[in-house]
């Protein structure tokens, strides 16, 4: 059609945009202009460790993650360092992840809603939000004389320093499971009681399994958050120097000296030789690296199970 | 008139009734003597409520029921939106103690026993009354182990795939599903899902099958297969339907109820009994209103 109309022409010119949209662009210009701070301060974090911390992988490459600790940066390494931190990992697992995950059952699944239960929601929310040195000072209190107590020595091991974040990850990993559980809909409930289901059977046969991937999915991030926390291995007394590992059984390693990697990035920053600015870097790297790990892991995780209802 | 001689697959006593229903309707309208709620003679009642009066706390969802429910026939709950037709039905299998602070008054018997006595146990209750919800909700399992669900949990008695086969052929899906039984449960149409809830829940080998609104959420050919299938089940089961669909009421029931909402926001039984009678010779002015669609 070549002639249009007055009426064509009339609706073309009104549907067209009035004036351009000032306050609109500046916005998004803002968001725009903020994401990119924000990725760049983080880009300037990990291009200034890996610039500084590179170069020892580089020179020293297996040998570096291989050595014990040492005062001397020249054979200084993180083997016992990655040790611990895995040991960590399995003790903190194996505490906080039954406990945290019956925890999160019975509050969504048995207890009555009353004041009483309302009000021990809340709290577990407040002790998420705890500052990680005061579960520090926790576990030299209460942790390590039990530690003491039962196995002798110090105390002061990586049993004790375990539960320590064990306990700081229990709100997390109770928190998740709760949503997760509190997020299998009704209807799967009503239809299991329907066919004569008692409440442990709609619990364990039906719900539980549904909400599998949330549980795991903040038990690993739960995790994640253990393996880097320093304040309550500074606390409990992880060491930075040196210590012996090598000819005792592995019994005696659990209740000796340990380390892990966040309070060697802690005490090797402390280290006046200039050497070390490096090994710290190079320690952060590592450290980074099992963060990413666990994290990839939680997303792999909930993408395998993710469902739709 | 037919006897009813075959005992019912139940487990409990079976106390027969042989009466005519003589519950005053709830309008004071004079009744005539034909159209008087009758039931069959030496028709056996599995369920009889008497004056029940359900609570959501201090607000009374249903008022004064007092019906019969008669075994291997199709009752029909029908009335407008919210008068507690399935707050009613879901008092029937004890569904509503999942919610909390709930009470019931009134007496609902079971072949004659208290449903809700201090010593009956709920579980027990929903195995001999099973449910279909009105939107399909099979288990994310597999079609087998959806329709195994109830067997298993409550003690197999016999082999299980013949329990599963045998579940499935009578909610007629068998033929459409016997070779992906493995496949799960929700890859399924809407109809078939449905049918194979009704699998699910026959799977248990109930007395009394609750069904609310079972076809609201799905088409119309699905809608006639379930209905057909209801057909069928009733040589076996007794059903309670609530269906908002008065056509399905009229074509599927032998009894149908007739609830509505009184002033006080509490459900009442208005009319009960024979569907042919409550459509086509009501006795209650609200009755004839509704079921000529003048509202609701």
């Given at each position: 059609?070549?002639?249009?109309?007055?009426?064509?022409?009339?609706?073309?010119?009104?549907?067209?945009?009035?004036?351009?949209?000032?306050?609109?662009?500046?916005?998004?210009?803002?968001?725009?202009?903020?994401?990119?701070?924000?990725?760049?301060?983080?880009?300037?974090?990990?291009?200034?460790?890996?610039?500084?911390?590179?170069?020892?992988?580089?020179?020293?490459?297996?040998?570096?993650?291989?050595?014990?600790?040492?005062?001397?940066?020249?054979?200084?390494?993180?083997?016992?360092?990655?040790?611990?931190?895995?040991?960590?990992?399995?003790?903190?697992?194996?505490?906080?992840?039954?406990?945290?995950?019956?925890?999160?059952?019975?509050?969504?699944?048995?207890?009555?809603?009353?004041?009483?239960?309302?009000?021990?929601?809340?709290?577990?929310?407040?002790?998420?939000?705890?500052?990680?040195?005061?579960?520090?000072?926790?576990?030299?209190?209460?942790?390590?004389?039990?530690?003491?107590?039962?196995?002798?020595?110090?105390?002061?091991?990586?049993?004790?320093?375990?539960?320590?974040?064990?306990?700081?990850?229990?709100?997390?990993?109770?928190?998740?499971?709760?949503?997760?559980?509190?997020?299998?809909?009704?209807?799967?409930?009503?239809?299991?009681?329907?066919?004569?289901?008692?409440?442990?059977?709609?619990?364990?046969?039906?719900?539980?399994?549904?909400?599998?991937?949330?549980?795991?999915?903040?038990?690993?991030?739960?995790?994640?958050?253990?393996?880097?926390?320093?304040?309550?291995?500074?606390?409990?007394?992880?060491?930075?120097?040196?210590?012996?590992?090598?000819?005792?059984?592995?019994?005696?390693?659990?209740?000796?000296?340990?380390?892990?990697?966040?309070?060697?990035?802690?005490?090797?920053?402390?280290?006046?030789?200039?050497?070390?600015?490096?090994?710290?870097?190079?320690?952060?790297?590592?450290?980074?690296?099992?963060?990413?790990?666990?994290?990839?892991?939680?997303?792999?995780?909930?993408?395998?199970?993710?469902?739709?209802? | 008139?037919q006897?009813t001689t075959a005992a019912p697959p139940?487990?409990?006593?079976?106390?027969?009734?042989?009466?005519?229903?003589?519950?005053?309707?709830?309008?004071?309208?004079?009744?005539?003597?034909?159209?008087?709620?009758?039931?069959?003679?030496?028709s056996e009642?599995v369920?009889?409520?008497?004056?029940?009066?359900?609570?959501?706390?201090?607000?009374?969802?249903?008022?004064?029921?007092?019906?019969?429910?008669p075994a291997r026939r199709i009752?029909?709950?029908?009335?407008?939106?919210?008068?507690?037709?399935?707050?009613?039905?879901?008092?029937?299998?004890?569904?509503?103690?999942?919610?909390?602070?709930?009470?019931?008054?009134?007496?609902?018997?079971?072949?004659?026993?208290?449903?809700?006595?201090?010593?009956?146990?709920?579980?027990?209750?929903?195995?001999?009354?099973?449910?279909?919800?009105?939107?399909?909700?099979?288990?994310?399992?597999?079609?087998?182990?959806?329709?195994?669900?109830?067997?298993?949990?409550?003690?197999?008695?016999?082999?299980?795939?013949?329990?599963?086969?045998s579940?499935?052929r009578r909610a007629v899906?068998?033929?459409?599903?016997?070779?992906?039984?493995?496949?799960?449960?929700?890859?399924?149409?809407?109809?078939?899902?449905?049918?194979?809830?009704i699998?699910?829940?026959i799977?248990?080998e109930p007395d009394v099958i609750?069904?609310?609104?079972?076809?609201?959420?799905?088409?119309?050919?699905?809608?006639?297969?379930?209905e057909e299938l209801m057909a069928e089940l009733k040589e076996n089961y007794t059903i309670?339907?609530?269906?908002?669909?008065?056509?399905?009421?009229?074509?599927a029931?032998d009894?149908?109820?007739?609830?509505?909402?009184?002033?006080?926001?509490?459900?009442?039984?208005?009319?009960?009994?024979?569907?042919?009678?409550?459509?086509?010779?009501?006795?209650?002015?609200?009755?004839?209103?509704?079921?000529?669609?003048?509202?609701?």
């Amino acid at each position: 059609m070549s002639a249009a109309s007055p009426a064509a022409v009339a609706v073309e010119r009104g549907l067209r945009a009035r004036s351009i949209d000032w306050r609109g662009t500046v916005f998004q210009l803002l968001l725009l202009a903020s994401l990119v701070l924000t990725l760049a301060i983080l880009a300037t974090l990990v291009v200034d460790v890996v610039q500084r911390g590179w170069p020892v992988f580089g020179e020293r490459g297996s040998d570096f993650l291989s050595s014990p600790l040492s005062t001397r940066p020249a054979s200084a390494g993180i083997a016992q360092g990655i040790a611990g931190t895995a040991l960590i990992a399995v003790f903190v697992a194996l505490f906080a992840f039954p406990l945290g995950v019956m925890t999160a059952v019975y509050l969504e699944e048995y207890a009555p809603d009353n004041r009483l239960s309302r009000a021990i929601n809340i709290n577990i929310r407040n002790l998420a939000g705890v500052p990680s040195v005061v579960y520090g000072l926790l576990g030299l209190a209460v942790f390590v004389p039990l530690v003491q107590g039962l196995a002798g020595g110090t105390g002061r091991n990586i049993i004790s320093a375990s539960i320590t974040l064990g306990v700081l990850v229990l709100p997390i990993v109770i928190i998740t499971a709760a949503e997760a559980i509190r997020a299998v809909p009704r209807t799967l409930r009503e239809a299991g009681y329907g066919v004569g289901a008692s409440r442990w059977e709609v619990t364990s046969r039906l719900v539980l399994p549904a909400a599998a991937p949330g549980i795991l999915t903040g038990t690993v991030l739960g995790l994640s958050r253990a393996l880097g926390e320093t304040a309550p291995l500074v606390v409990i007394g992880a060491s930075s120097t040196y210590f012996s590992s090598g000819d005792q059984s592995f019994l005696e390693s659990l209740f000796g000296s340990f380390t892990a990697l966040p309070m060697i990035v802690f005490g090797w920053s402390t280290r006046p030789q200039d050497e070390f600015r490096a090994l710290t870097a190079a320690a952060i790297i590592a450290l980074l690296a099992v963060t990413l790990a666990a994290n990839a892991v939680a997303i792999l995780l909930r993408n395998r199970y993710e469902r739709t209802w | 008139m037919q006897q009813t001689t075959a005992a019912p697959p139940a487990r409990d006593p079976v106390a027969i009734r042989i009466e005519r229903a003589d519950h005053p309707p709830a309008d004071p309208s004079p009744t005539g003597s034909a159209g008087s709620a009758a039931l069959s003679v030496d028709s056996e009642i599995v369920l009889e409520l008497q004056d029940v009066s359900f609570f959501y706390g201090s607000f009374r969802a249903v008022k004064d029921i007092s019906i019969r429910v008669p075994a291997r026939r199709i009752t029909a709950l029908i009335g407008p939106s919210g008068c507690g037709k399935s707050t009613l039905l879901r008092t029937m299998n004890r569904m509503n103690d999942l919610i909390p602070n709930t009470r019931i008054d009134g007496r609902m018997l079971y072949h004659s026993q208290d449903l809700y006595a201090r010593d009956v146990d709920p579980v027990e209750v929903r195995r001999r009354i099973g449910m279909v919800f009105q939107k399909p909700n099979p288990f994310p399992k597999s079609i087998y182990d959806n329709v195994a669900f109830g067997p298993r949990i409550n003690g197999l008695r016999g082999n299980l795939d013949d329990i599963v086969e045998s579940s499935l052929r009578r909610a007629v899906l068998w033929d459409e599903v016997k070779d992906k039984l493995k496949q799960s449960g929700l890859a399924l149409s809407g109809g078939q899902q449905q049918r194979l809830c009704i699998a699910r829940a026959i799977a248990t080998e109930p007395d009394v099958i609750l069904m609310d609104e079972p076809c609201s959420a799905l088409d119309p050919r699905s809608t006639l297969q379930i209905e057909e299938l209801m057909a069928e089940l009733k040589e076996n089961y007794t059903i309670v339907i609530v269906t908002h669909n008065m056509q399905q009421a009229a074509r599927a029931s032998d009894q149908t109820v007739f609830m509505t909402m009184a002033e006080d926001r509490a459900g009442y039984v208005v009319e009960h009994g024979p569907t042919i009678e409550i459509f086509t010779n009501p006795r209650n002015r609200l009755t004839e209103d509704y079921v000529s669609g003048r509202f609701g």
